[in-house]
């Protein structure tokens, strides 16, 4: 049987695909203090993202979370939903990919732009709790950089490669159109193509 | 859960038939390299023209028109780089005709060949096919022109089943002096498949896909039509395919063939029978479903499933996980983040194309895998439906 034969990802991921923590049912009322939504279904994954806050101590007392999404997406999303509990907002804004997968055990390489998608989707919510309550101030606007003037390709897409599995410049250039033309970004774009690797796919101990 | 796992993934690949199996272990001994004059030497020599004997009559070819290669892969690669050469001996063989007319929804060796040959110079165009997966013949017609090479289109479609009309696209591009190659993988020993009544140039098929081992493949190739061999270095396979020719993988292929002649049109009917009780099982039980291909041209044994607001990877491991294994061509499975490309040629949305599975059946299934496979996709596809964005009757 498959549970025998190993299955495609850690038992960690395994566990939280089988059993997903706080996943959104329809039928509680779930009071959300901010809503948070990302991806898109086009591009085959959504996910959104609700929690409950503590005002005076601004921690976060629970969450939901629902998905359309791959094993990963989902497996991540639940450790991400747990780890979250208790957790000050600030603490919260920070988790990067990188937690998350630590926390799962492993996730291969081509499956880390799913677990992508359920920090970004917390911070969104977050950032909304932030807007409900007029803390406006606190929202961190990650504003793209255009890297390559030709074809308009910012840093933020140049992240996305890397996650998608971009590993050297041809690579890069294949998934953006990135430095076709004039190539005057070849310089930049290879130092924002190490730096997201190192960021993402990195040792864990640097 | 059932005590087996049950196999729903036969386009993928197949289990060994059992006498297949006998004549593999029987062929151990078999070891001499047929080009040797010596008696061990004729030994294997004798079993492989026996083997081409059998190959080429299933299909209605000649011996000698049969090339034993490596896997489908191989002889789609070689039926595109031969019909695209650039050498002007292979471009005076082809009437200095350099185009080359494929389709949108072929196997990616088809389609990445196409794509490196475009690239090299060759003038490669994609038919499109319609919601059913059909292609469209007008567009072939307007395609075609005294610079068309090669058509090339698949048989039976691995991902939606979908049976094209070969005889009558081989017609259309004869018609206008084209040659004409058929990727009849997924359709050789699964419905009755014969050159002479197709009349096609070229026609690939595979072991594999038919209770046959791994790593053997052939090619027909017509009597007088242009060739250019892809490995070259020996005279095996009359010069047309270099190497030591896998002696046991041929044997078994044509042992493979001879349990299909035996089986084929039994097997279909029982196949067609359980695939009318999954769509009717899945009908009843599950909302919101499509089914993908074509109603009635069509393998016996391919069904190809949407589900709105369900990803398709999810449900393949979440069936995984209930002993049942099917496959999916979107997203996430494959690694990269574009669904599926045949279900969107057909003209289906995104999000149904990235929640679509395919469960293709074989020989050793049974009434109960099919009783087991409706109700475990009722669960399993509620499951991933609660947790989905996408499918509520609410979003908060």
Known sequence: MSNQSGWLYSEIVKDHFMNPRNILRDDENFVADGVGITGNIKCGDEMQFLIQVDKQKGVITDCRWRTYGCASAIASTSVLSEMVKGMKLEDAYRITPKDVVKNLGSLPEHKIHCSV????????????????????????????????????????????????????????????KLGTVCGQCQEEATELLKKYIAKHFGDNRK | MPNRF????????????????????????????????????????????????????????????????????????????????PSQVCRLERNLRDEIITTSIEHPCVLETSKCLRERGTTVHYLPVDITGKVKLNTLKELLSEKTALVSVMYANNEIGTIQDIKAIAEIAHAQGAFFHTDAVQAVGKI???????????????????????????????????????????????????????????????????????????????????KKMLIDGIKYKIPDVQFNGHPTDTLPGTLNISFAGAEGESILLYLDLEGIGVSTGSACASGSLEPSHVILATGVGAELAHGSIRISMGRENTTDDIYYTVSALERVVKKVRDMSTTYQSKLV
């Open chain 1, 117 to 176: 998608l359920g920090d970004k989707a917390l911070r969104a919510a977050i950032d909304d709790y932030y807007r409900r309550n007029g803390m406006n101030e606190k929202i961190k606007h990650e504003e793209a950089r255009v890297i390559c003037q030709c074809m308009n390709v910012t840093d933020h897409e140049i992240e996305d490669a890397v996650l998608e599995g971009a590993r050297t410049y041809q690579e890069l250039q294949e998934r953006t």
């Open chain 2, 192 to 274: 009755p498949v014969n050159v002479k009544d197709l009349d096609v140039d070229f026609l690939t098929f595979s072991a594999h896909k038919i209770y046959g081992p791994k790593g053997v493949g052939a090619l027909y190739v017509k009597r007088g039509t242009p060739f250019c061999p892809l490995i070259r270095g020996g005279h095996q396979e009359r010069g047309r395919r270099a190497g030591t020719e896998n002696t046991i993988g041929i044997v078994a292929f044509a042992k493979a063939i001879e349990m299909r002649k035996q089986e084929m049109s039994d097997e279909a009917v029982r196949l067609r029978r359980f």
């Open chain 2, 6 to 85: 049950i196999y729903l993934d036969h386009n993928a690949t197949t289990p060994l038939h059992p006498e297949v199996k006998n004549t593999i272990t029987d062929m151990f001994d078999v070891f001499g390299n047929p080009s040797s004059l010596h008696t061990v030497g004729r030994i294997a020599r004798q079993k492989i023209e026996q083997a081409r004997e059998i190959v080429a009559n299933f299909i209605g070819a000649a011996p000698d028109e049969i090339i034993f290669v490596g896997s489908g892969s191989e002889a789609n690669n070689t039926v595109l780089n031969s019909l695209s050469c």
